[in-house]
C-alpha cells in the first residue's frame, strides 16, 4: 500500500491514509518517494495564505525512483527522476503555438490537486506519487545526490527559466540584480555567475542568507533601508543595473526594483505569486525609461533538463550542502513543517521511513 499526508485544511490535523496499490496506465510512471522538499508555497498553504483544494496531498519537490511503468513509457523502472512539475497536454494552443506548457489550458499541477482527481497521490508527502502521460521526466546522474536535485524541480528549474528569458531580452548584461536571498536568490546567484555575469548583487534583510548568497557567487547587499539599499547597487552600478530578478514575494521590492535599473533595463518578477502583489511604480516610470516587466511563473521542460546539468557540471563548484536540511521523517511532517518557519535552513527535506517504504508498492 502506498501512503500519504492528507491536508484537510488550514489548523486541522494531517491524515496519515494508505492507498490501494496503484496500477500505472498508459504513459504513466509510478515513482518511489526519496526526497521531498518543504517549498515557500506549501507554508503558505499551510498557513492560509494560498488556496487549494481539500482534500489534497501537497508537496511538488521531490526526487524519486521509478518501481513501476505504464505502457509506452520511455523510462525504465529503477532510474532516479525528477520531473516537471506540471502536466501538460502538448496539443492546445498555449501549448503548442505559445510554447508555453506551463500555462496548458488542461494544465494539473503536481501538490495543487484534489484527492478525487485520478488516484490522489498527486504530491511529493508521500510514499508515492503517479506522474502523468504528459509530464517530462529527467533521469539523475549518479553524481548528483538527492539532496542536491530535489529542488530542481521548482526553485532551480524556475531560475533557470528567469535566466532565459533575461537572456531573451538582452545577451549584453553585465550587471544584476537578484531581491531576496532565499533558494530562489541563491540559484539565481549561481546560476548568473556560472553565465559568466560579472556582477551579481543579491539584496535581503537576512545576513544568515546573504552569507549563503554569497556562497553561491554573489555579492550580498544588507537592505536595512530602501535608500541604503539603493545607494549600495549605485556603488557597482552608477548608470543602473542591465536587469533585476524579484525573488522575494515582497510588493515594497517593486519600486525598488524600478530604480535600480538602467534605461531599457529587465524586470523578471518571479516570486510574488501571491495577492498582496499590488505593483507600486507608475506606469510613467515604466514608459519614460522604457523599461521590460516579465512575469516568470514556473518553467517549460527544457528548462528542468538544463537545471539538472547545471547541477551536474558545477557539482564541485557550489556547496550545495548548506542548502536543505537533514531529512525529518514524512511521519512527522507537520513538526517538519514548523522548522521550515524558522528559516534556518533554504529547505526543510522529509523522506518515508524505511517502515512506511516497505509497506508501500508495487507487488507487480
Given at each position: 500500500?502506498?501512503?500519504?499526508?492528507?491536508?484537510?485544511?488550514?489548523?486541522?490535523?494531517?491524515?496519515w491514509?494508505?492507498?490501494?496499490?496503484?496500477?500505472?496506465?498508459?504513459?504513466?510512471?509510478?515513482?518511489?518517494?526519496?526526497?521531498?522538499?518543504?517549498?515557500?508555497?506549501?507554508?503558505?498553504?499551510?498557513?492560509?495564505?494560498?488556496?487549494?483544494?481539500?482534500?489534497?496531498?501537497?508537496?511538488?519537490?521531490?526526487v524519486?525512483?521509478?518501481?513501476?511503468?505504464?505502457?509506452?513509457?520511455?523510462?525504465?523502472v529503477?532510474?532516479?527522476?525528477?520531473?516537471?512539475?506540471?502536466?501538460?497536454?502538448?496539443?492546445?494552443?498555449t501549448?503548442?503555438?505559445?510554447?508555453?506548457?506551463?500555462?496548458?489550458?488542461?494544465?494539473?499541477?503536481?501538490?495543487?490537486?484534489?484527492?478525487?482527481?485520478?488516484?490522489?497521490?498527486?504530491?511529493?508527502?508521500?510514499?508515492?506519487?503517479?506522474?502523468?502521460?504528459?509530464?517530462?521526466?529527467?533521469?539523475?546522474?549518479?553524481?548528483?545526490?538527492?539532496?542536491?536535485?530535489?529542488?530542481?524541480?521548482?526553485?532551480?528549474a524556475?531560475?533557470?527559466?528567469?535566466?532565459?528569458?533575461?537572456?531573451?531580452?538582452?545577451s549584453?548584461v553585465?550587471t544584476?540584480?537578484?531581491?531576496?536571498?532565499?533558494?530562489?536568490?541563491?540559484?539565481?546567484?549561481?546560476?548568473?555567475?556560472?553565465?559568466?555575469?560579472?556582477?551579481?548583487?543579491?539584496?535581503?534583510?537576512?545576513?544568515?542568507?546573504?552569507?549563503v548568497a554569497?556562497?553561491?557567487?554573489?555579492i550580498?547587499?544588507?537592505?536595512?533601508?530602501?535608500?541604503?539599499?539603493?545607494?549600495?547597487?549605485?556603488?557597482?552600478?552608477?548608470?543602473?543595473?542591465?536587469?533585476?530578478?524579484?525573488?522575494?514575494?515582497?510588493?515594497?521590492?517593486?519600486?525598488?526594483?524600478?530604480?535600480?535599473?538602467?534605461?531599457g533595463?529587465?524586470?523578471?518578477?518571479?516570486?510574488?505569486?501571491?495577492?498582496?502583489s499590488?505593483?507600486?511604480?507608475?506606469?510613467?516610470?515604466?514608459?519614460?525609461?522604457?523599461?521590460?516587466?516579465?512575469?516568470i511563473?514556473?518553467?517549460?521542460?527544457?528548462?528542468?533538463?538544463?537545471a539538472?546539468?547545471?547541477?551536474?557540471?558545477?557539482?564541485?563548484?557550489?556547496?550545495?550542502?548548506?542548502?536543505?536540511?537533514?531529512?525529518?521523517?514524512?511521519?512527522?511532517?507537520e513538526?517538519?513543517?514548523?522548522?521550515?518557519?524558522?528559516?534556518?535552513?533554504?529547505?526543510?527535506?522529509?523522506?518515508?521511513?524505511?517502515?512506511?517504504?516497505?509497506?508501500?508498492?508495487?507487488?507487480?
Amino acid at each position: 500500500m502506498a501512503q500519504a499526508q492528507i491536508f484537510h485544511g488550514v489548523g486541522q490535523p494531517l491524515e496519515w491514509r494508505s492507498f490501494a496499490d496503484p496500477t500505472p496506465g498508459n504513459g504513466e510512471l509510478l515513482v518511489r518517494i526519496d526526497l521531498a522538499a518543504i517549498c515557500g508555497s506549501d507554508l503558505h498553504t499551510f498557513a492560509g495564505t494560498r488556496n487549494e483544494p481539500t482534500p489534497c496531498v501537497l508537496g511538488h519537490e521531490g526526487v524519486g525512483t521509478v518501481v513501476a511503468a505504464g505502457p509506452a513509457t520511455t523510462t525504465a523502472v529503477g532510474q532516479r527522476v525528477t520531473w516537471t512539475l506540471a502536466d501538460s497536454c502538448g496539443t492546445c494552443r498555449t501549448c503548442s503555438r505559445d510554447r508555453l506548457p506551463q500555462k496548458c489550458t488542461q494544465l494539473f499541477k503536481y501538490g495543487h490537486a484534489p484527492l478525487n482527481d485520478g488516484t490522489g497521490l498527486n504530491g511529493t508527502y508521500a510514499t508515492h506519487i503517479l506522474i502523468r502521460p504528459g509530464t517530462s521526466v529527467v533521469a539523475l546522474p549518479d553524481d548528483v545526490t538527492d539532496e542536491m536535485a530535489v529542488a530542481a524541480n521548482c526553485a532551480l528549474a524556475t531560475m533557470v527559466a528567469a535566466v532565459r528569458a533575461m537572456r531573451g531580452h538582452s545577451s549584453l548584461v553585465e550587471t544584476v540584480v537578484i531581491q531576496g536571498a532565499g533558494l530562489l536568490g541563491v540559484y539565481g546567484a549561481a546560476l548568473l555567475t556560472e553565465a559568466g555575469v560579472p556582477t551579481v548583487l543579491c539584496t535581503d534583510v537576512d545576513e544568515h542568507r546573504l552569507g549563503v548568497a554569497a556562497a553561491f557567487g554573489a555579492i550580498p547587499i544588507l537592505a536595512t533601508s530602501p535608500e541604503a539599499t539603493l545607494a549600495a547597487v549605485r556603488d557597482h552600478a552608477p548608470h543602473g543595473v542591465d536587469a533585476v530578478i524579484e525573488a522575494a514575494g515582497v510588493r515594497h521590492l517593486l519600486a525598488e526594483g524600478v530604480a535600480m535599473l538602467r534605461a531599457g533595463g529587465w524586470y523578471g518578477w518571479v516570486g510574488l505569486v501571491h495577492p498582496d502583489s499590488v505593483i507600486g511604480p507608475t506606469a510613467e516610470q515604466i514608459i519614460r525609461r522604457c523599461l521590460i516587466l516579465q512575469g516568470i511563473h514556473n518553467y517549460a521542460p527544457e528548462d528542468l533538463r538544463d537545471a539538472v546539468d547545471f547541477l551536474a557540471r558545477t557539482i564541485n563548484r557550489f556547496p550545495y550542502g548548506r542548502l536543505m536540511s537533514p531529512p525529518m521523517p514524512l511521519e512527522n511532517l507537520e513538526t517538519a513543517v514548523a522548522h521550515a518557519r524558522e528559516r534556518e535552513f533554504m529547505r526543510i527535506t522529509v523522506q518515508p521511513s524505511a517502515t512506511s517504504l516497505r509497506s508501500g508498492p508495487p507487488k507487480n
